[in-house]
Every structure is written in C-alpha cells, then in structure tokens.
C-alpha cells in the first residue's frame, strides 16, 4: 500500500480491519494512533518490541529517512518470507526422524515398565546366575518403575531452568560452540546462520544503516552465539578502520567462501550486492545440507532403536532360555 502510495495511516487502518489476528489487530491501530499523533512508523513499531525487533524498527527508520520506506518493507517483507522458508524447511525435515525417536521412547518405556517386570518373578526365583545383560535390564527397569516419575519431574525442572538461563548463562553458548563442530549438523547450522546474516546485512545496508550499527543488529538477529560474539567482535574493529571481511575471518565461523564474496564486495564497492549472493548461494546449499543430514539421520535412528530394543528382548530370551535348559 505504502508503494501505492497509500499514506501511512491509512495503510494501518485497513491492515487493523483486514487481519484475523485479533491481537496483530490491536497493534495496527494502536500504532496508527501513534502515527497520527506525530510518530514516525518506526517509533510507533518500536514501542512494540515483542512483535517488532530491533532489526526491523531500524530498517524502517532508516527506510523513513533516506525516503525509501516502501523499499524498506518490501525488503522485510523478503528477508521475513525466507526466514520463515528456513524454519519451515527444518521443521518439515525433522518430522519423521522426531516420530522415530518418540516411537523409540515409548517403546523402551513399555519394555522396561510392563514386558520386563512379567519376568521379574521368575529370574528371582531363578537358581542359575542370569546373564549380566539380564541383570542390567532389570536394574534398569526396576529403577524406571519406582523412580521414574522422579526422573520425568527433574527432566522437566531442568527444561524449565535452561529455557530460562540458556542464553544467560554460558552452557548455551558452550552448546553452540560444540554443535558447530559436530559432523553434518554443524555444516547446517554453519550454512543457515550465514544465509541469516547475509540477508540481515544486505537488507540494513541497502536502506541506509550505516555498517557498524548494522553488524549490531544482525549480530542481535543470529541464532548461534558463536555467529553472534564473531559478529559484535567484528563490530569493534569494523570501528578501529578493519575490513569487514578481516574482522569476520576472527572468529572462525564463517566459511572462507563467504569471507572471500565479502572481501570482493568490499574490495569492489559492491557489498550489498555480495551479500545477496552469498544469501543466495547458500539459500541451495542450506537445503541440500538439510537433505543430507536427514538422510544420514533416519537410517542411523533406526539402527539405534533396533539395537537397544533388540538388546532388551535378547537379554530377557537369553535368560528364559538358560533357566528352561536347567529345568529339562
């Protein structure tokens, strides 16, 4: 609308009556009221940090100063559309692989509460020694059986707790460190967090914000902390008169391709463009890292499941055996 030349509390009016979202509703017409009092568009989304991030309130101010607001949102609107692509192209792959290890929990549970404890009483009242595998899996379910409500709560406390300290605290971003060196994950993370700062970058730069205020942002906007501290160290020297490229090659988390595009773009005065093709390259090569991952990761749960439920059965047929050889 804005690019239709719609003025801007108009365009929030009818956004207000148009949305279903009764809540995202609210926020349009009380940013209009805002805007009538003499805000700018920015402000009036700033003053609603849950639902406009820093990133997006300062495209819009830079987008309402350079005159070019109708180019800022549409550049949102872009960078928002793939972000959602990401995480629904994450969300889809994992399916199957999060039944499979659901379909795992409740069977092992099954197993260790109801199958195991039928041969409880009779490997007691069994005069041979029981295989240390069967001693194992009837340790183990008799400890699933009365103390595994204990465990469930201190699992779900310790959710709770993390949820809360993750980012707080440093085991967050030890955990992110060490995800980033796992085999086939990590080159996902790796290609997914620089897909988001490339988009992120481009889209500030292009409306306006100047580098160092736009390293904050993105660095605000990354998922990983190790993407994030690389980021804001970047900043600092970006400031001390560093090249971007030279700045982001400290930290060791970007890959040399996306260093050697940044540096070209800086070196030719062309990075907003670089940066839109490292977004773009990396847009195919986040989806085929996600192909691969989930292709490795569906046989190597079912092994996983198949050998630790297999075990158990074996254990528990293994000793009915040896007590049945005894009785004839």
């Known amino acids: 609308m804005i690019g239709a030349n719609v003025s801007v509390d108009r365009a929030l009016e009818v956004l207000a009556q148009t949305t279903t979202h009764p809540a995202l509703a609210e926020v349009a017409k009380t940013m209009r009221r805002r805007v009538r009092e003499g805000l700018g568009l920015a402000q009036a989304a700033a003053e609603h940090p849950t639902v406009f991030s820093p990133f997006y309130c300062a495209t819009l101010r830079a987008g309402e100063a350079g005159g070019r607001l109708a180019e800022a949102l549409t550049s949102l609107a872009r960078y928002q559309e793939r972000m959602n692509q990401l995480v629904g192209a994450v969300q889809s792959a994992l399916i199957y692989p999060t039944l499979l290890a659901l379909a795992a929990v409740v069977s092992l549970v099954v197993l260790l509460v109801y199958v195991v404890p039928q041969f409880d009483q009779l490997f007691r009242e069994a005069v041979v020694p029981l295989p240390w595998g069967t001693r194992a899996v009837v340790s183990v379910s008799r400890f699933v059986v009365d103390y595994g409500w204990l465990v469930l709560l201190a699992g779900l406390a310790l959710w709770f707790y993390l949820r809360v300290t993750w980012r707080r605290s440093g085991v967050g971003r030890r955990f992110d460190r060490m995800v ?68 982001l090659a400290q930290g060791n988390a970007f890959p040399p391709v996306a260093l050697e595009l940044v540096r070209v773009g800086e070196e030719g005065s062309g990075l907003v463009e670089m940066l839109d093709r490292l977004a773009s390259s990396n847009a195919t090569e986040v989806e085929t890292a996600i192909k691969r991952f989930v292709a490795i990761l569906e046989p190597g749960l079912i092994v996983v499941i198949g050998v630790i439920v297999g075990a158990i059965i074996l254990s528990l047929v293994s000793a009915i055996a040896g007590i049945n050889a005894l009785a004839f």
């Open 180 to 247: 980033l060196g796992w085999p086939f994950l990590g080159d996902v993370i790796r290609r997914l967090e620089t897909e988001r700062f490339a988009y992120a970058l481009a889209a500030l730069l292009r409306n306006g914000v100047s580098l160092p205020e736009a390293l904050t942002l993105t660095a605000d906007a990354a998922g990983n902390a190790v993407f994030a501290d690389t980021i804001r160290r970047s900043t600092e020297m970006v400031k001390g008169g560093a090249t971007l490229a030279a700045a």
